[in-house]
């Protein structure tokens, strides 16, 4: 499957959109611990979590399930391209920290990369498909639980994790790099980019079916460059604090979609009238231009502060790509200022305002069974987000003059804590993180063989005693970046990369305020 790049890529327009500084090697100002006390607590913790992935990963196919039961006995019987992304990026950090040999990391990662080369694959986009069976790498056509028929998916998102981890592998070990970056190089970003999403605006789609999907709604069309005809979801990735965003970069950097792109999504949804009433609360910002393409950067006040909420409210949906992407950095009037500020909202808001006495909310396991989406609903766009509690309490602040507060001061209920979210956080707020996870662990049944279990509810003390190789490998590359000087990040970015997206991120102004 040859790499198809199209000419999207424009130095001379993207180097006008800033200065772009490069220094001999890439390097990232990341922190460094050295004989600090809390490091010992994350070697621990990383320890617990590897045998986690190591357990739910087929040896024969080193394909990761995407979960296993708390006493690491019973894996899923499905996969997905995150879930072996993760366990992609979790072998190099194992390795790295010294938990696994380098002879076994190798061993692991080369069979992974060998399942990679034969699993079945959209073959003009080179694109994954979503669920795999980890036993036999064979693309599920049907739900193991329950039999029902699965309409086969390509997710733009998790693509983009995907490629994300080989990227991390061709660098992280120079044996491996042909291998990985063949396979990285066939995936065309650009299938997925619509690039008449909105009036001089791009967009990616959530992604495709190969075949209409049963029910629910398909646009068909074809963004490739050959092929048949495709049926995409009928929703763009549309917002700006999205796990998603790691696709525009890699689709950028590749040269597969427009560097305007990245200014393509909202930071809030615009303040026009009414039309955009339905969101959390009435946002504040000003309108700016980047590459032609008109941006409303607008903010919500929430505990002092003024950030860019995403669509939820969650952590992992602001942090996640910060793990790969040293955002912080590069972007000092934008991702600088929101990412410690929404690392301190979600702090606040879980001791401070619904006084649960610890925090941390991102989409996990229910306590309760099954799966859900937490966080902090105040910084989420839409008005019934993510919620901090099992009883799903629902906040309204009202819209002036478009729609008014129903319940803009909740009683909280059992707040639903989910300790990846804190790994998360580490960058912005090490010492209150560590303190989180230590109350955690000692004040609830919260931990077993392979870490800390996925979500507690904190009033009930309810435990989902089940491990999620996401939010797993999530914590691995958390405390990865943590104890080796952002690692991770220099594994993913290299100089064309850093030339591509650095001069996009470093241009942007969020508005965002810390007091």
Known sequence: ???????????????????????????????????????????????????????????????????????????????????????????????????????????????????????????????????????????????????????????????????????????????????????????????????????????????????????????????????????????????????????????????????????????????????????????????????????????????GMRLVPSWGGSMFEALMPDLFVPEAQWGPNSWGVNHPATVEAQRWHGMEEADYGYWGFSPASDPFAGYREYGVEALGISSDGYASDAESTDVDYGYEGCRDATNPTPEYGDGVVTPHASFLALPYDRDAVLANLAGLESNFDSYGAGGFYDAIAVGSGTVADRYLSLDQSMIMAAIGNDLLDDKLKRYFVDRSFEKAVRPLIEAQDFGSVIP
């Open 1 to 303: 499957m040859p790499s198809r790049y199209r000419p999207f890529l424009s130095g001379a327009a993207i180097l006008a959109a800033a200065t772009l500084v490069l220094s001999p090697s890439v390097a990232f100002a990341g922190p460094h611990h050295g004989t600090d006390p809390g490091d010992a607590t994350l070697l621990r913790y990383a320890e617990d979590t590897w045998a986690s992935l190591d357990a739910m990963t087929d040896p024969t196919t080193g394909l990761a399930s995407d979960n296993i039961s708390g006493d690491l006995s019973v894996a899923g019987e499905y996969t997905s391209p995150t879930n072996i992304g993760g366990y992609l990026w979790s072998t190099v950090i194992a390795r790295d920290l010294g938990i696994i040999s380098k002879k076994d990391a190798k061993r692991r990662l080369t069979t992974t990369l060998a399942t990679l080369g034969s699993m079945e694959r959209h073959e003009p986009s080179g694109m994954y498909y979503n669920w795999y069976s980890p036993s036999d790498a064979s693309k599920l056509t049907t739900w193991p639980d329950s039999g029902d028929v699965v309409y086969p998916f390509l997710s733009t998102v998790d693509n983009g994790w995907l490629a994300a981890a080989l990227r991390v592998v061709a660098k992280s070990d120079p044996s491996l790099r042909h291998r990985a970056m063949d396979l990285y190089d066939s995936m065309d970003f650009g299938w997925f980019h619509d690039l008449n999403a909105r009036e001089g605006v791009t967009l990616n789609r959530g992604g495709f079916w190969v075949d209409p999907p049963g029910d629910g709604c398909a646009v068909p069309d074809n963004y490739g460059d050959d092929g048949a005809d495709v049926y995409y979801t009928c929703h763009w990735y549309d917002t700006t604090v999205s796990e998603a965003r790691i696709t525009t970069y890699l689709g950028i950097a590749n040269g597969q979609i427009p560097a305007s792109a990245y200014y393509g999504t909202y930071r809030t949804m615009p303040d026009q009238a009414c039309d955009f009433g339905w969101q959390e609360q009435k946002p504040e910002g000003e309108t700016r231009e980047y590459l032609g393409v008109s941006v409303y950067e607008g903010t919500y006040e929430y505990a």
